[in-house]
């Protein structure tokens, strides 16, 4: 079946330390995006990337890297800058970059502090 | 900063009723807008599209887009309890050759049997 796999579900970061959030897609989708979500609130973007090797900041950028070395992948680094990591981070993508196209979601990852 | 409203809930109806869920964006030029479900922990997923201005019907649900007033409404006939969740208004924007989504906080829908 295609879709949009993100791993691991549950992730625990202690102080000072780099986690990575997995995202795979078969769907040959060429646009990625990874948006976070804090309790009652909408989702806010994070980087988006719409071909291998290009990636651009979104709204809340800061503290969080990424990369884009395949069509299929888009792993999400939340940094030990990244001070309020805690929160429920989507991947999302998208056939292609035109305006028509829906995003489709993977099942998230929840991000925790010890 | 484009900006997508939506009232937050919860918005109580009975089980048949019809819910009528609204959704106000600030980007004039904005051409496409998506409906989301979000049942609690999970991750949204896809209702409803709509790029013209007027109804769109797709089973029980019916988007509806008017575009001079920045507006658009999701309505669900005959709503029955599974259909309480989260539901997001996304509006997609076009910068500089780049395409994303702009999400509002959404609107809690309670359906009571």
């Known amino acids: 079946d295609g879709g949009i796999t993100q791993s691991p579900k549950y992730l625990f970061r202690k102080e000072g330390q780099n986690v990575t959030l997995s995202c795979e897609q078969n769907?040959?989708?060429?646009?990625m995006y990874w948006y976070r979500q804090d309790p009652g609130q909408g989702l806010r973007l994070i980087y988006y990337s719409q071909i291998v090797n290009d990636f651009q900041k979104g709204d809340i950028a800061e503290g969080y890297s990424v990369s884009r070395e395949k069509k299929e992948s888009f792993p999400l680094t939340v940094t030990s800058a990244q001070k309020n990591p805690t929160a429920f981070y989507l991947c999302?993508?998208?056939?292609?970059?035109?305006?028509?196209?829906?995003?489709?979601f993977g099942d998230g990852t929840r991000l925790s502090i010890l | 900063q484009k900006e997508v409203e939506q009232n937050s809930g919860p918005l109580s109806v009975p089980e048949g009723a019809i819910a009528s869920l609204n959704c106000t964006y600030s980007?004039?030029?904005?051409?496409?807008f998506f409906w989301y479900r979000q049942y609690s922990g999970k991750s949204p997923e896809l209702i409803m599209s709509i790029y013209s201005n007027g109804d769109k019907e797709d089973g029980r649900f019916t988007a509806q887009l008017n575009k001079a007033s920045q507006y658009v409404s999701l309505l669900i006939r005959d709503s029955q309890p599974s259909d309480s969740a989260t539901y997001l208004c996304a509006v997609n924007n076009d910068v500089a050759g780049y395409s994303t989504l702009t999400f509002g906080k959404g609107t809690m829908l309670l359906v009571s049997p």
């Open positions: 999302a993508s998208r056939k292609h970059q035109g305006g028509h196209q829906p995003q489709h």
């Open positions: 769907l040959n989708h060429d646009a």
């Open positions: 980007d004039r030029v904005s051409q496409s």
